[in-house]
């Protein structure tokens, strides 16, 4: 599912995980949840500005 989504989609679902994961009152599987999901998606992005960057150079 991760690799359907691109990189803006991918920001966005990061930032609102943010905001989500900042509730002082989210459950801890939520969070591990979560927090999976956005390592996930950071992946995601970093391969995505590395395929960037490697076509630029």
Do not use: S
């Amino acid at each position: 599912m991760t690799k359907d989504i691109n990189y803006e989609e991918a920001i966005n679902e990061l930032k609102k995980i943010l905001e989500e994961v900042q509730d002082p009152n989210i459950e801890l599987q939520v969070l591990e949840e979560k927090m999976n999901r956005a390592k996930l998606l950071m992946e995601l992005c970093k391969a995505n500005l590395k395929a960037l960057e490697d076509t630029i150079n």
